[in-house]
């Protein structure tokens, strides 16, 4: 009987262990230099709103049809204007890192602009108190040029437990003027809640979990000149929701899914959820025809051959590691050492003047 009870005794030990809610400080979100390798895909029949305390998700059969990795880039690679604007002496607007990102609609209007515009990016500060977006910037003519947010938006506020729940909003103004007569405005509100919390199944694993809801509305304006009259547009209002996942040391949501809301109803969006190495990363050109990689299986030496200049060689293994970096200078065919790298398999990128391709190849 003191047997049983002891086992017993344990079972309920572990168990609640098991079940026990998480919370999340700022050592859980990530810092600059980090990376997160995301899987996304379009969409699911997975019930993802249903929610609550020691709650059991299960979402093991996510499936991805393509794969980025998140950089978390340092302040000091910014521009001079950037550092200047988001630099160790900006007071509140001190960035830890910044990341490409969608948030604005404003470099698709490059295709009508009299210059150049790309590579939007978004500016966050990381304190022990909150995750805040600060800013953005954007490429004009090459050259970064920032834009802070009048009203800091905080995106969480630290630490997270079940039961929270925050109001935020953030207001942003873009002039491009003088390079051209573009203005943007977006005023977005946002109400967080962390309304659940249990044990989440993707196909990175099981781990306890917090769920994060976020209600988001965006109002945006566009100033334009380039359709008739000067004049502001304001475009449809964006109401959306985004449900996330988080464990602890994991640097980013380990499940995130954006729902629009239309007329009372929640379409799909996006899913992007954390995953290993697959070889499917978003962006890479597949320029079957004008590459061969050869032979593979291989042992010491393997060899290209290809219609297209290819400048560099990088192979990665199946965690999605940088573990070699060949450099050539726009060569067509050249024999590539691999005799360091352990027998496995690997994927390797061939950087060319038409983009990147991918080659899976067998080291013995």
């Excluded at 920032?146 to 873009?174: A, Q």
């Excluded at 032979?295 to 590691?321: H, I």
Aim: aromatic share 12%; charged share 15%; with cysteine.
């Amino acid at each position: 009987m003191i047997k049983n009870t002891f086992f017993l005794s344990l079972f309920l030990i572990f168990s609640t262990i098991a079940t026990a809610q998480i919370s999340l400080a700022v050592a859980d979100f990530a810092n600059a230099g980090d990376t997160v390798r995301l899987s996304q895909m379009q969409s699911s029949n997975l019930d993802f709103t249903s929610t609550g305390a020691n709650y059991t998700w299960d979402f093991s059969s996510l499936t991805a049809s393509t794969q980025s990795l998140k950089d978390y880039t340092p302040i000091g690679f910014g521009s001079f204007l950037i550092l200047a604007t988001y630099g160790p002496f900006a007071g509140s607007y001190s960035a830890t890192y910044f990341n490409l990102t969608t948030e604005l609609p404003i470099d698709q209007l490059s295709a009508f602009l009299p210059i150049q515009i790309s590579d939007l990016s978004q500016y966050t500060k990381r304190s022990n108190n909150a995750i805040t977006s600060i800013g953005y910037s954007i490429n004009v003519e090459g050259q970064g040029v920032p834009f802070k947010s009048d009203t800091i938006e905080t995106r969480y506020s630290l630490p997270l437990t079940f039961g929270d729940v925050h109001d935020s909003r953030g207001y942003t103004f873009v002039d491009l003027n003088p390079a051209t007569d573009i203005k943007f405005i977006q005023h977005r509100q946002r109400h967080s809640e962390v309304d659940g919390w249990g044990t989440v199944t993707t196909p990175l694993g099981t781990f306890p979990a917090l769920r994060v809801r976020h209600d988001i509305n965006e109002v945006d304006s566009i100033y334009q000149t380039f359709f008739g009259t000067g004049g502001w547009i304001g475009t449809p209002a964006i109401e959306r929701t985004e449900y996330e996942w988080w464990t602890n040391g994991k640097k980013e949501y380990l499940l995130k899914v954006v729902a629009t809301n239309v007329n009372g109803n929640q379409n799909i969006s996006s899913i992007e959820f954390q995953e290993q190495y697959l070889g499917l990363d978003a962006g890479l050109t597949e320029l079957s025809n004008e590459l061969v990689l050869y032979p593979n299986p291989v042992e010491d030496l393997c060899f290209f051959e290809s219609t297209l200049a290819v400048d560099e060689v990088v192979f990665y293994d199946q965690m999605g590691a940088k573990v070699s970096t060949s450099s050539f200078n726009g060569v067509q065919n050249a024999y590539i050492d691999i005799q360091e790298l352990k027998p496995g398999v690997y994927f390797c990128h061939l950087q060319t003047n038409k983009g990147i391709i991918v080659r899976k190849l067998t080291k013995l």
